[in-house]
T-cell receptor, first 114, second 112 residues
Framework: EAQVTQNPRYLITVTGKKLTVTCSQN?????MSWYRQDPGLGLRQIYY???????DKGDVPEGYKVSRKEKRNFPLILESPSPNQTSLYFC?????????????FGDGTRLSIL | GENVEQHPSTLSVQEGDSAVIKCTYS??????FPWYKQELGKGPQLIID?????GEKKDQRIAVTLNKTAKHFSLHITETQPEDSAVYFC???????????FGSGTRLSIRP
């Protein structure tokens, strides 16, 4: 089954404790992206990757890091999480290497930073 | 920066009636406009999309129209059903189709 898998689905942690949210897709997609969803703000793009070893900032990259060492994986790293990063996070992938193709989303990761 | 505005933020319609959600975008170079539906506890799912060389696209009860001159596009759902209740997001690509920006969402409720 074609899918985007995020882990963990829920996480409560404390300010400053490094964390990683993993994202994996099994569709051989070139384009992968991370979003955060906050009430009234929709989905905002954090980082995206157009292929292996190619990553770039979206609209809200501050406080986040990503890497794309393999095509299927695109982890999101919070080196020193802060309460304003409490949010619902989605990973997505798309074929073709660009954002102008249908994106497939994971089921989300709810992060709470205390 | 680039922007996509979506209206209304909430919409309640009687089952069987039509629903319309509207979006405007700022980047005249945007060329891809998808619509996503998000059900509770799930990630968004694509329901329909349109490219800049097309004015209208239909898929059963769902249609999207695009007015490039005015830089706006709309989602039309006819004969609404209870399972249409969800949050809907519009989006537009920009920066040479490397980035995508989403609207703030519309919560659609279908009254029985």
């Amino acid at each position: 089954e074609a899918q985007v898998t995020q882990n963990p689905r829920y996480l409560i942690t404390v300010t400053g404790k490094k964390l990683t949210v993993t994202c994996s897709q099994n569709m051989n997609h070139e384009y992968m992206s991370w979003y955060r969803q906050d009430p009234g703000l929709g989905l905002r793009q954090i980082y995206y990757s157009m292929n292996v070893e190619v990553t770039d900032k979206g609209d809200v990259p501050e406080g986040y890091k990503v890497s794309r060492k393999e095509k299927r994986n695109f982890p999101l790293i919070l080196e020193s999480p802060s309460p304003n990063q409490t949010s619902l996070y989605f990973c997505a992938s798309a074929g073709g290497g660009y954002s102008n193709q249908p994106q497939h989303f994971g089921d989300g990761t709810r992060l709470s930073i205390l | 920066g680039e922007n996509v505005e979506q209206h209304p933020s909430t919409l309640s319609v009687q089952e069987g009636d039509s629903a319309v959600i509207k979006c405007t975008y700022s980047d005249s170079a945007s060329n891809y406009f998808p619509w996503y539906k998000q059900e509770l506890g799930k990630g968004p799912q694509l329901i329909i999309d349109i490219r800049s060389n097309v004015g209208e696209k239909k898929d059963q009860r769902i249609a999207v129209t695009l007015n490039k001159t005015a830089k706006h596009f709309s989602l039309h759902i006819t004969e609404t059903q209870p399972e249409d209740s969800a949050v809907y997001f519009c989006a537009a690509t920009y920066s040479s189709a490397s980035k995508i920006i989403f609207g703030s969402g519309t919560r659609l409720s279908i009254r029985p």
